[in-house]
């Protein structure tokens, strides 16, 4: 399931990062590789602030739909 679907402070594993080649880059630079854990923080109007790698990061909700948990 995309990570917009999944529940608020509960860990989840990355499992895919789909998209274009250059958005899995950036996504990656960001700490989201699959098989690391992820955890939403906080939700507003879709866009997501999400806890990777010990560090917390603010996402659009387009590039959370591409994160696969």
Do not use: C, H, W
């Not at 990062?17 to 950036?26: C, H, L, M, V």
């Not at 630079?29 to 602030?49: H, K, R």
Request: no cysteine; glycine share 8%.
């Amino acid at each position: 399931m995309p990570l917009t679907l999944a529940t608020a402070g509960v860990p989840q594993i990355i499992k895919r990062i789909g998209g274009k080649d250059e958005t899995q880059r950036f996504l990656a630079s960001l700490g989201f590789v699959t098989g690391s854990e992820v955890t939403i923080i906080s939700e507003y109007d879709g866009n997501v602030i999400v806890n990777v790698k010990e560090s917390r990061v603010a996402i659009s909700k387009s590039m959370a739909s591409r994160i696969l948990v």
